[in-house]
């Protein structure tokens, strides 16, 4: 008897998980078969972090720190502060596709089938019928938390796609009152190495349901002690990024990314609606979970309620309930990190959806629990996303600005028809090339002025690379010109604090460079061929950091590998 139910056990899982395929699969079909590409406001930024890694992995020239094949081989911080191992995941991505449109068709493909995956896993670990839990994993590939890489190539989509594994550990401290050290540091330190903010969230996430566990817990101490061990395992396996950035953020002054003096616009009841209308359908979801949840008040477990009013927190936070207009006056640098309140939505989806699983038991006389009701959401939803991408692809196709223009962004091509070619090359850089945007997210501030730092990136880095010769040795960025006699030369790269800089084979010292309010460097050029090396000098404990965060992240796999094989093992005895 034993036996037959493992097999049942295990036909179901891998049907369940075929059809999470199949759908992410049906979702890539009208951008296939349309030929296009959807180029979002973020879509350059991201390219180019993805062709600096691929470059270095294909030629094995290894930079951690500078850029020196992306963005403008100018020498520029960028990775290094955002998802560094990630980005060379993603690195391998482009490297295996034939061109951008391959890597678009290829990186939309995995994001719906690790956010389909990764729903499906936590439902199924809240004891949620299998079913029901692959109709709402692919419900969650159509909402905007997934749709946001595949439309604006906005990364914390990423971060989103990974959300659900990371709230599996919530289900030990609810139903068990511990903490599992593990799961607990591995899930933020994964989510940390993928999209720094979308940990932060997490954390926020975690806070509350730490408490109540803590509040009901008859081992206060070993509740804590686990904690600390949690975050031990997590400051392990992201040292790497923090030792870093303490580096760079102490020894200089860095641009912070975008800030947005209007936060009020971007949340879900602002010009951002369509987080929240993304499938149009969604709303009525939100409103099925609250008013259900509302309803069954009494009856529902504690647990649930506090899922509940976690859920109803973030979808607050995300609104213009709160009072964004002003808090995005008020110029504190904690408040500017969110950028954007939609980014609270993610979260605030995840918990919606799941909720709405745990509530279902509790409205099983309510007539909405029918599965035609799920079947016709998901038509509808899955519908709705590939009539969107076949409109994108016909507006890519017809259109003479397939491409959108927008400020700071510079064209170096006469016609769209040459740039839309450009990105079906085998040569990526082409692109890279002829479109480039100018976005000085972390290039060092020196003086402080009203200039716009935007258009100084543009005028001292884009519009000056045609000045002088790049090429990359030993992971070492070189620059060549010919100088017609001894004077200042404004060069296209950026100096940091640890940047080192050897010209004609002379070490140059800080007194024998001038630079520019963003760190653009000017060398005095001698007569004829002029030859600057560009390097990094990271200080000596980030190496050691970086070799255990690898170290760490080896074993980690390798210990879950043997874990599992064990498993395996145990269940082949038993047969």
């Known amino acids: 008897g034993h036996l037959v139910k493992k097999t049942v056990l295990f036909k179901p899982t891998v049907l369940q998980l075929l059809v999470i395929f199949c759908v992410s699969m049906l979702l890539l079909l009208p951008q296939l078969f349309g030929r296009g590409l959807i180029l979002g406001s973020d879509a350059v930024f991201h390219f ?34 955002y998802g560094p191992f990630f980005a060379y995941f993603q690195g391998l991505l482009v490297l295996i596709s034939r061109s951008w449109f391959q890597y678009q068709l290829l990186s939309n493909g995995l994001l719906y089938l690790l956010a389909g995956t990764s729903m499906y896993t936590l439902l199924r670990k809240l004891k949620v019928s299998g079913w029901l839990s692959v109709g709402m994993g692919i419900l969650f590939m159509t909402t905007y938390s997934i749709q946001y890489w595949v439309e604006r190539q906005g990364f914390s989509a990423w971060g989103a796609a990974i959300l659900p594994f990371c709230f599996i550990p919530l289900i030990d401290m609810t139903r068990f009152q511990r903490i599992r050290p593990f799961a607990v540091g591995v899930s933020v330190a994964a989510l940390f190495q993928i999209h720094v903010f979308s940990s932060i969230l997490l954390v926020l996430i975690y806070i509350p349901f730490f408490l109540r566990t803590f509040l009901k817990s008859q081992g206060k101490k070993r509740l804590l002690l686990h904690l600390f061990a949690a975050i031990g395992i997590f400051l392990l ?10 580096d760079l953020y102490q020894s200089n002054q860095l641009l912070p ?20 209308t993304s499938p149009y359908l969604f709303p009525l979801v939100c409103g099925l979970f609250f008013a259900g949840a509302l309803k069954k008040w009494q009856e529902i477990p504690n647990g649930l309620k506090l899922l509940t009013v976690v859920a109803g927190i973030f979808f607050l936070l995300s609104s213009n309930y709160l009072p964004w207009q ?6 504190n640098p904690l408040i500017e990190l969110i950028q954007f309140p939609f ?36 038509v509808v939803s899955v519908g709705q996303i590939m009539f969107q991408t076949s409109t994108k692809m016909s507006e890519w196709q017809s259109s ?71 090429a990359v040795v030993n992971g070492q960025l070189i620059l060549r010109w010919q100088g017609e006699d001894s004077s200042w030369k404004a060069l296209p790269v950026i100096n940091y604090q640890r940047t080192t800089l050897q010209l004609n084979g002379q070490p140059l010292k800080r007194s024998d460079i ?62």
């Open 48 to 81: 180019n972090r993805f062709y600096e890694t691929s470059q270095q992995i294909k030629e094995g020239n290894y930079q951690y720190f500078l850029s020196i094949y992306g963005f403008q081989q100018s020498g520029r911080i960028v990775n290094a502060l």
């Open 237 to 246: 396996l992201t040292a790497n990024i923090w030792l870093a950035m303490l």
């Open 257 to 276: 990314p975008f800030v947005n003096h209007h936060m009020e616009r971007n949340t879900i009841t602002g010009t951002s609606s369509y987080w929240w």
């Open 326 to 331: 002003w808090l995005s006056s008020l110029e």
């Open 343 to 378: 980014r609270f939505f993610v979260p605030a989806t995840v918990l919606i959806l799941a909720g709405l699983c745990l509530l279902r038991p509790y409205l099983a006389d309510s007539r909405l629990n029918r599965p035609i009701w799920l079947i016709l959401l998901l």
């Open 400 to 470: 003479d600005s397939a491409v959108k223009i927008r400020n700071h962004s510079y064209l170096f091509v006469s016609d769209q028809q040459t740039l839309k070619e450009a990105y079906f090359s085998p040569d990526k850089a082409k692109a890279l090339v002829l479109f480039q945007r100018s976005t000085p997210d972390y290039v060092p501030i020196y003086r402080d002025t009203k200039e716009n730092k935007y258009d100084a990136y543009g005028e001292q880095i884009i519009k000056q690379n045609t000045t002088v010769q790049k």
């Open 514 to 575: 001038k630079v520019s309010t963003i760190g653009a460097v000017t060398v005095k050029q001698q007569t004829g061929l002029n030859e600057l090396i560009v390097d990094y000098d990271a200080p000596w404990y980030f190496d050691w950091g970086l070799w255990l965060t690898m170290a760490a992240w080896v074993l980690l796999a390798l210990g879950f590998l043997w874990k599992k094989r064990q498993l395996f093992a145990a269940v082949r005895r038993q047969k």
